[in-house]
């Protein structure tokens, strides 16, 4: 005999781990480890702050999806149009920047796995067209399969490879090296760039929403707030713990040694995946080499369906009109073109400046933060949802701090740059 809460649990659960996915990508493999290998343990508690003040912003477009039906950008239209055409526009001017990033990221340990020398420009143009395919014919289902594996692979490696880094014990410092100043301009720069993908960047809270609905849609099945929520949590909690691991790894095993992350994306995979590998055994390559790319070309999926059923939503939107469902679809394969030949084009020009790549995308990702904060926090306390599924008062608190922790970063941000 079926369980009924197991079955409901298994046709809730979805969104979360796409969530999961896309955080633990760039922030995660990228940033957290350049936090660990460049200043030790010292960057965690600006980590773990990132994950917290963040929570309930994300948490809201979950929330609001269950409590309405709609997605959270719905929500914005409600706003006023004025408040649909800045997240178009935000979604616009950050999207290209995102997406190239992951992508160059994610070709970069593509060549480190199959040995591929040269450039990766084609082999990122190569990635790219791949994920618009896999999404072009399996939508959400397909998307939905292959990140629970790519997940499930993903959360052993990095367990393994965290366990092994511990038994083993941290890397020695050489005589010669100075830990570098946290308050620097240089290191609040990138603390900054660092938070802004923690876990991930804030405007992509709407993506939950849309995940959620369209996980109801494949089910049949409208989970209650509980269960959306556990489902939602759970993503989250795994995100934050494996940010820990992977800073804790890149502490242990590079914090002191004197060498530097390189910028290209393939040289930078490789530096990585023999970070790991000297450090756990050679035996681990073929482990650590696979895990690293399931991470990021799930990541990179996961990008790509994201912006394109954003872009999607907006545009019906704009045109007051729902479209029956082939129309929808050509909206969202077009979408998809666009994200991907906009994408290789920021490639093209700033591909061999990965690091660079990757903070003025994060950078962006934060600076555009408080905004949406603000935002989801009026649409789940005002009239548009029953005031049963309000958030609670410690939640309310949070976000209060949430926004004047984000607002006062990216204040502070513009300050750096103008003096």
């Known amino acids: 005999m079926q369980n009924p809460k197991l079955d409901h649990f298994l046709k809730t659960l979805g969104p979360g781990i796409l969530f999961a996915s896309t955080a ?11 936090a660990g290998a460049d200043f030790g ?100 289902k397909i998307l939905d399969s292959m990140i629970k594996l790519i997940g499930a692979v993903l959360l052993l490696s990095t367990l393994l490879a965290f366990i092994l880094a511990l038994s083993k014990g941290g890397n020695v410092p050489v005589e010669t090296f100075v830990a570098p100043d946290i308050w620097s301009n240089e290191s609040i720069l990138f603390i900054i760039a660092l938070m802004g993908w923690m876990p991930t960047a804030v405007d992509l809270s709407a993506w939950n929403s849309l995940w959620t609905i369209a996980r109801i849609r494949q089910t049949g099945y409208h989970p209650t707030m509980k269960e959306t929520l556990f489902d939602f949590n759970f993503g989250y909690l795994v995100s ?12 242990y095993m590079m914090f002191g040694s004197g060498d530097e992350l390189p910028d290209s994306s393939s040289a930078f995979a490789n530096s990585v995946v023999e970070m790991f590998t000297s450090h756990v055994g050679d035996w681990s390559f073929i482990i650590i080499a696979a895990s690293s790319f ?41 979408t998809l073109v666009v994200v991907g030949i906009g994408s290789f084009g920021v490639v093209f020009f700033l591909g061999s400046k990965l690091k660079e790549l990757v903070d003025l995308a994060t950078t962006i990702s934060f600076l555009i933060a408080p905004v949406i904060a603000v935002v989801n ?43």
Request: proline share 2%; glycine share 12%.
């Open 41 to 140: 343990f010292a960057l965690i508690p600006f980590v773990l702050a990132a994950n917290l003040f963040k929570y309930p912003f994300f948490e809201y477009g979950s929330r609001y999806a269950n409590a309405t039906g709609e997605s959270i950008i719905d929500g914005y239209k409600r706003i006023g149009t004025w408040m649909l055409g800045l997240y178009f526009l935000i979604t616009l001017g950050s999207m290209f920047f995102v997406a190239a990033a992951v992508g160059a990221v994610t070709a970069g340990f593509l060549q480190n796995l199959f040995g591929i020398s040269g450039s990766g420009m084609w082999g990122t143009g190569g990635l790219f067209a791949l994920c618009v395919g896999i999404l072009m014919l399996g939508r959400y």
């Open 294 to 334: 399931a991470i990021m070309f799930g990541t990179c999926i996961a990008i790509f369906d994201g912006y394109a059923r954003s872009l999607q939503r907006i545009v019906e939107l704009i045109s007051a009109d729902q479209g029956k469902s082939n129309e929808r679809k050509s909206v969202y394969t077009w």
């Open 240 to 251: 934050t713990g494996l940010s820990m691991c992977f800073v804790t790894l890149g502490a």
């Open 377 to 419: 926090f009026r649409l789940v306390i005002g009239n548009q949802i029953n005031p049963k599924h309000h958030p609670p008062l410690w939640l309310k608190a949070l976000s209060w701090m949430g926004i004047l922790f984000l607002t006062g970063f990216a204040l502070y941000f513009a300050w750096l740059k103008l003096t």
């Open 24 to 34: 633990i990508g760039v922030s995660h493999l990228v940033q957290s480890t350049r």
